[in-house]
Protein backbone atom coordinates (compact mmCIF):
# COMPACT_ATOMS: atom_id res chain seq x y z
CA UNK A 1 0.00 0.00 0.00
CA UNK A 2 1.41 3.39 -0.64
CA UNK A 3 -0.28 6.51 1.28
CA UNK A 4 0.04 9.80 -0.66
CA UNK A 5 -0.10 12.76 1.50
CA UNK A 6 -1.29 15.61 -1.38
CA UNK A 7 -1.60 17.07 -3.59
CA UNK A 8 -0.90 20.64 -2.45
CA UNK A 9 0.53 23.04 -4.96
CA UNK A 10 -1.03 21.60 -7.76
CA UNK A 11 -2.55 24.89 -8.71
CA UNK A 12 -1.38 27.46 -6.14
CA UNK A 13 1.88 29.01 -5.36
CA UNK A 14 2.29 29.65 -9.05
CA UNK A 15 4.89 32.46 -9.91
CA UNK A 16 4.47 32.04 -14.09
CA UNK A 17 7.63 31.39 -15.65
CA UNK A 18 9.85 29.84 -13.20
CA UNK A 19 11.41 26.32 -13.47
CA UNK A 20 9.36 25.24 -10.26
CA UNK A 21 6.08 25.41 -10.87
CA UNK A 22 2.27 23.85 -10.20
CA UNK A 23 2.66 21.91 -13.69
CA UNK A 24 5.79 19.77 -11.67
CA UNK A 25 2.79 18.27 -9.40
CA UNK A 26 1.00 17.17 -12.37
CA UNK A 27 3.49 15.19 -13.97
CA UNK A 28 4.45 13.62 -10.49
CA UNK A 29 0.51 12.49 -10.11
CA UNK A 30 0.71 10.85 -12.83
CA UNK A 31 3.33 8.82 -11.84
CA UNK A 32 1.43 7.60 -8.72
CA UNK A 33 -1.29 6.70 -11.83
CA UNK A 34 1.76 4.85 -13.41
CA UNK A 35 1.53 2.12 -10.79
CA UNK A 36 -1.70 1.14 -10.99
CA UNK A 37 -2.57 0.78 -7.26
CA UNK A 38 -6.03 0.76 -7.42
CA UNK A 39 -7.46 0.11 -3.69
CA UNK A 40 -3.67 -0.21 -2.59
CA UNK A 41 -3.53 3.70 -2.94
CA UNK A 42 -4.50 5.45 0.43
CA UNK A 43 -5.13 9.17 0.69
CA UNK A 44 -4.44 11.50 4.08
CA UNK A 45 -6.51 14.12 4.95
CA UNK A 46 -4.43 17.33 5.24
CA UNK A 47 -3.98 20.13 7.56
CA UNK A 48 -1.76 23.13 7.71
CA UNK A 49 1.26 22.45 10.26
CA UNK A 50 0.44 24.95 13.09
CA UNK A 51 2.81 27.46 14.53
CA UNK A 52 4.39 25.31 17.20
CA UNK A 53 5.73 22.65 15.03
CA UNK A 54 6.99 24.85 12.35
CA UNK A 55 9.10 26.73 15.07
CA UNK A 56 10.29 22.98 16.11
CA UNK A 57 12.70 23.99 12.95
CA UNK A 58 12.01 27.36 12.01
CA UNK A 59 12.88 30.83 13.76
CA UNK A 60 9.57 32.61 15.47
CA UNK A 61 10.81 35.89 14.23
CA UNK A 62 11.18 34.16 10.60
CA UNK A 63 7.58 32.37 10.39
CA UNK A 64 6.43 35.75 11.39
CA UNK A 65 8.13 37.66 8.74
CA UNK A 66 7.44 35.14 5.68
CA UNK A 67 3.35 34.97 7.07
CA UNK A 68 3.05 38.57 6.21
CA UNK A 69 5.37 39.09 2.41
CA UNK A 70 3.53 40.04 -0.16
CA UNK A 71 3.90 39.27 -3.86
CA UNK A 72 7.22 39.07 -5.10
CA UNK A 73 10.66 37.86 -5.25
CA UNK A 74 12.72 36.87 -1.77
CA UNK A 75 15.74 36.43 -3.60
CA UNK A 76 16.66 35.68 -7.24
CA UNK A 77 15.17 32.12 -7.06
CA UNK A 78 12.64 32.39 -4.30
CA UNK A 79 8.93 33.84 -4.70
CA UNK A 80 6.16 34.49 -2.73
CA UNK A 81 2.27 34.91 -4.17
CA UNK A 82 -0.49 35.67 -2.16
CA UNK A 83 -1.22 32.22 -1.40
CA UNK A 84 2.49 30.89 -0.80
CA UNK A 85 2.15 31.22 2.73
CA UNK A 86 -1.02 28.97 3.68
CA UNK A 87 0.73 26.67 0.69
CA UNK A 88 3.40 26.11 2.51
CA UNK A 89 2.10 25.32 5.51
CA UNK A 90 -0.07 22.71 4.05
CA UNK A 91 3.29 21.16 2.51
CA UNK A 92 4.62 21.05 5.38
CA UNK A 93 1.52 19.85 7.33
CA UNK A 94 1.61 17.35 4.65
CA UNK A 95 4.44 15.58 6.35
CA UNK A 96 2.72 15.14 9.50
CA UNK A 97 0.00 13.81 7.97
CA UNK A 98 2.38 11.08 5.77
CA UNK A 99 3.59 10.24 9.91
CA UNK A 100 0.45 9.74 11.66
CA UNK A 101 -1.41 7.36 8.52
CA UNK A 102 2.57 5.12 8.71
CA UNK A 103 1.77 5.08 12.06
CA UNK A 104 -1.79 4.08 12.36
CA UNK A 105 -0.57 1.64 9.44
CA UNK A 106 1.50 -0.61 11.79
CA UNK A 107 4.43 1.07 8.88
CA UNK A 108 4.58 1.40 5.52
CA UNK A 109 5.89 3.42 2.55
CA UNK A 110 4.10 7.45 2.27
CA UNK A 111 4.97 9.87 -0.57
CA UNK A 112 4.29 13.48 0.55
CA UNK A 113 4.13 15.25 -3.18
CA UNK A 114 3.65 18.40 -2.15
CA UNK A 115 5.39 21.89 -3.37
CA UNK A 116 7.26 24.23 -2.85
CA UNK A 117 9.51 22.13 -1.63
CA UNK A 118 11.66 22.51 1.44
CA UNK A 119 15.22 21.47 1.56
CA UNK A 120 17.10 24.53 1.30
CA UNK A 121 15.07 26.39 3.38
CA UNK A 122 17.44 27.20 6.72
CA UNK A 123 16.15 27.99 10.03
CA UNK A 124 15.86 31.93 9.56
CA UNK A 125 15.97 31.76 5.60
CA UNK A 126 13.82 31.17 2.48
CA UNK A 127 15.85 30.00 -0.20
CA UNK A 128 16.15 27.65 -3.48
CA UNK A 129 12.78 27.53 -4.43
CA UNK A 130 11.97 26.79 -0.61
CA UNK A 131 10.03 28.40 1.89
CA UNK A 132 9.48 25.69 4.69
CA UNK A 133 11.67 22.63 5.09
CA UNK A 134 8.82 20.11 4.57
CA UNK A 135 11.28 16.75 5.66
CA UNK A 136 12.68 18.86 8.92
CA UNK A 137 9.09 19.47 9.99
CA UNK A 138 8.42 16.12 10.02
CA UNK A 139 11.98 15.00 11.15
CA UNK A 140 11.51 17.42 13.86
CA UNK A 141 8.13 16.11 14.81
CA UNK A 142 9.38 12.53 15.09
CA UNK A 143 12.33 13.02 17.69
CA UNK A 144 9.90 15.01 19.84
CA UNK A 145 8.73 11.71 19.91
CA UNK A 146 11.39 9.77 20.73
CA UNK A 147 12.68 8.08 17.65
CA UNK A 148 15.88 8.33 15.64
CA UNK A 149 15.52 9.66 11.88
CA UNK A 150 17.82 8.96 9.00
CA UNK A 151 17.27 11.66 6.16
CA UNK A 152 18.43 10.47 3.15
CA UNK A 153 18.48 13.93 0.52
CA UNK A 154 19.25 12.49 -3.06
CA UNK A 155 18.45 15.40 -4.85
CA UNK A 156 20.80 16.78 -6.92
CA UNK A 157 21.90 19.96 -4.81
CA UNK A 158 22.86 19.89 -1.70
CA UNK A 159 19.92 20.34 1.53
CA UNK A 160 21.83 22.95 2.95
CA UNK A 161 18.95 23.74 5.17
CA UNK A 162 18.61 20.66 6.79
CA UNK A 163 22.20 20.10 7.51
CA UNK A 164 21.79 23.67 9.35
CA UNK A 165 18.68 22.52 11.22
CA UNK A 166 20.02 19.27 12.64
CA UNK A 167 23.61 20.50 13.05
CA UNK A 168 23.80 19.56 16.45
CA UNK A 169 21.40 17.03 16.81
CA UNK A 170 22.21 13.73 17.66
CA UNK A 171 19.14 12.42 17.10
CA UNK A 172 19.17 13.13 12.86
CA UNK A 173 21.45 11.52 10.51
CA UNK A 174 21.70 13.55 7.53
CA UNK A 175 22.79 11.64 4.25
CA UNK A 176 23.37 14.01 1.27
CA UNK A 177 24.57 12.40 -2.30
CA UNK A 178 24.49 15.61 -4.50
CA UNK A 179 26.77 17.19 -7.56
CA UNK A 180 29.88 19.54 -6.69
CA UNK A 181 30.29 21.98 -7.59
CA UNK A 182 26.14 23.47 -7.91
CA UNK A 183 24.03 25.38 -6.25
CA UNK A 184 24.14 26.22 -3.14
CA UNK A 185 28.04 25.59 -2.12
CA UNK A 186 27.37 23.79 0.56
CA UNK A 187 27.75 20.00 1.68
CA UNK A 188 31.42 19.43 1.93
CA UNK A 189 32.67 16.22 3.13
CA UNK A 190 34.45 17.73 5.78
CA UNK A 191 31.19 18.95 7.48
CA UNK A 192 30.51 15.83 9.82
CA UNK A 193 28.20 17.71 12.79
CA UNK A 194 27.87 20.12 15.05
CA UNK A 195 30.26 19.48 18.55
CA UNK A 196 27.05 17.17 20.46
CA UNK A 197 26.48 15.38 17.17
CA UNK A 198 29.64 14.62 15.43
CA UNK A 199 29.24 11.91 12.65
CA UNK A 200 25.64 12.53 12.00
CA UNK A 201 26.11 14.37 8.71
CA UNK A 202 27.35 12.49 5.82
CA UNK A 203 28.07 14.33 2.91
CA UNK A 204 29.05 12.53 -0.64
CA UNK A 205 29.36 15.00 -3.43
CA UNK A 206 29.96 13.63 -6.72
CA UNK A 207 31.33 15.37 -10.24
CA UNK A 208 29.34 16.70 -13.10
CA UNK A 209 28.64 13.23 -15.21
CA UNK A 210 28.39 10.72 -12.46
CA UNK A 211 26.51 8.00 -13.13
CA UNK A 212 24.18 5.67 -10.84
CA UNK A 213 26.49 3.16 -10.06
CA UNK A 214 28.16 5.28 -8.11
CA UNK A 215 25.38 7.25 -6.25
CA UNK A 216 23.99 3.55 -5.66
CA UNK A 217 27.62 2.74 -4.40
CA UNK A 218 27.23 5.45 -2.05
CA UNK A 219 24.49 4.88 -0.29
CA UNK A 220 25.21 1.07 0.05
CA UNK A 221 29.10 0.49 0.82
CA UNK A 222 30.09 4.24 1.90
CA UNK A 223 27.04 5.07 3.91
CA UNK A 224 25.61 1.91 4.73
CA UNK A 225 28.15 1.13 8.00
CA UNK A 226 27.08 4.76 9.09
CA UNK A 227 23.04 4.11 9.03
CA UNK A 228 23.32 0.55 10.51
CA UNK A 229 25.45 1.76 13.58
CA UNK A 230 23.03 5.08 13.40
CA UNK A 231 20.01 2.40 13.65
CA UNK A 232 17.17 4.71 12.72
CA UNK A 233 13.43 4.14 13.26
CA UNK A 234 12.10 6.30 10.68
CA UNK A 235 13.92 7.08 7.28
CA UNK A 236 12.83 10.18 5.63
CA UNK A 237 13.93 10.66 1.69
CA UNK A 238 14.42 13.80 0.27
CA UNK A 239 13.84 13.05 -3.12
CA UNK A 240 14.47 15.49 -5.63
CA UNK A 241 14.77 14.10 -9.57
CA UNK A 242 16.84 16.41 -10.69
CA UNK A 243 19.65 14.53 -10.54
CA UNK A 244 18.27 12.75 -13.70
CA UNK A 245 20.05 13.04 -16.89
CA UNK A 246 17.42 15.25 -18.59
CA UNK A 247 17.25 17.36 -16.03
CA UNK A 248 18.01 21.33 -17.58
CA UNK A 249 19.37 22.38 -13.67
CA UNK A 250 22.03 20.56 -13.57
CA UNK A 251 24.77 17.57 -14.96
CA UNK A 252 24.61 13.93 -13.07
CA UNK A 253 23.38 11.47 -15.76
CA UNK A 254 20.94 8.76 -13.70
CA UNK A 255 17.83 7.45 -14.98
CA UNK A 256 14.46 6.50 -14.01
CA UNK A 257 15.76 2.73 -13.54
CA UNK A 258 18.62 4.47 -11.17
CA UNK A 259 16.14 5.94 -8.86
CA UNK A 260 14.33 2.72 -8.45
CA UNK A 261 17.87 1.09 -7.41
CA UNK A 262 18.68 3.89 -5.03
CA UNK A 263 14.42 3.22 -3.50
CA UNK A 264 16.03 -0.76 -3.34
CA UNK A 265 18.89 0.32 -1.55
CA UNK A 266 16.97 2.40 1.32
CA UNK A 267 14.65 -0.43 1.62
CA UNK A 268 17.47 -2.24 2.36
CA UNK A 269 18.27 -0.42 5.69
CA UNK A 270 15.78 -2.19 7.70
CA UNK A 271 13.50 0.69 8.94
CA UNK A 272 9.47 -0.27 8.33
CA UNK A 273 8.25 3.31 8.51
CA UNK A 274 9.77 5.72 5.31
CA UNK A 275 8.30 8.83 4.40
CA UNK A 276 9.58 10.29 0.98
CA UNK A 277 9.34 14.10 0.27
CA UNK A 278 9.13 15.21 -3.22
CA UNK A 279 11.74 18.27 -3.90
CA UNK A 280 13.41 18.76 -7.08
CA UNK A 281 13.00 17.35 -10.58
CA UNK A 282 12.27 20.12 -13.45
CA UNK A 283 12.02 17.85 -16.69
CA UNK A 284 8.64 16.72 -16.65
CA UNK A 285 8.51 13.46 -18.24
CA UNK A 286 11.99 12.08 -16.63
CA UNK A 287 9.76 13.43 -13.42
CA UNK A 288 6.83 11.45 -14.14
CA UNK A 289 8.72 7.88 -14.99
CA UNK A 290 11.41 8.16 -11.81
CA UNK A 291 8.34 9.04 -9.44
CA UNK A 292 6.96 5.78 -10.81
CA UNK A 293 10.21 3.49 -10.38
CA UNK A 294 11.45 5.14 -7.11
CA UNK A 295 7.99 4.29 -5.77
CA UNK A 296 7.37 0.85 -6.89
CA UNK A 297 10.92 0.02 -5.79
CA UNK A 298 9.82 1.64 -2.43
CA UNK A 299 6.73 -0.81 -2.64
CA UNK A 300 8.92 -3.65 -3.54
CA UNK A 301 8.19 -3.85 -7.08
CA UNK A 302 10.49 -3.96 -10.32
CA UNK A 303 9.68 -0.83 -12.47
CA UNK A 304 12.43 0.32 -14.61
CA UNK A 305 11.27 2.58 -17.08
CA UNK A 306 14.79 3.52 -18.09
CA UNK A 307 17.74 1.13 -17.68
CA UNK A 308 20.66 2.29 -14.71
CA UNK A 309 23.55 3.68 -15.64
CA UNK A 310 27.24 3.54 -15.07
CA UNK A 311 30.58 4.27 -16.47
CA UNK A 312 30.77 7.66 -14.87
CA UNK A 313 33.39 9.68 -12.78
CA UNK A 314 32.85 9.86 -8.78
CA UNK A 315 34.24 6.77 -7.39
CA UNK A 316 37.19 8.50 -6.77
CA UNK A 317 35.35 11.74 -4.88
CA UNK A 318 33.58 9.18 -2.91
CA UNK A 319 36.51 7.65 -1.59
CA UNK A 320 37.98 11.05 -1.06
CA UNK A 321 34.91 12.14 0.78
CA UNK A 322 34.77 8.78 3.27
CA UNK A 323 38.62 10.11 3.94
CA UNK A 324 37.72 13.14 4.49
CA UNK A 325 34.99 11.98 6.76
CA UNK A 326 36.41 10.13 9.20
CA UNK A 327 39.80 12.25 9.51
CA UNK A 328 36.91 15.01 10.72
CA UNK A 329 35.70 12.37 13.29
CA UNK A 330 39.23 11.99 15.00
Known sequence: MLIVAGPVGASEHDPGRHPEHPGRL??????VDDLHLGADLRSVELKPA??????????????????????GHLDADTYMTPDSWET?????????????????????VAFVAVRPPGHHAESHRAMGFCLLNNAAVSAAELVAAGERVLIVDWDVHHG?????????????????????????????????????????????????????DVVRRALEEVAGPVIERFAPTW???????????????????????????????????????????????????????????????????????????????????????????EDALE
Open 26 to 31: GAVMEG
Open 50 to 71: GMDQLARVHDRDFLEWLAVQGP
Open 88 to 108: ARRAAGAGLGAIEAVRASGGG
Open 160 to 212: NGTQEIFWDNPDVLYLSVHQSPLYPGTGHSEEVGGPNAIGTTLNLPVPPGTTG
Open 235 to 325: VLVSAGFDAHRDDPLANLELSAGDFADLARTIRSYGSSNIVVFLEGGYNLPALRASVTASLGAFLGADVHPESPTSGGPGNDALDASWHAY
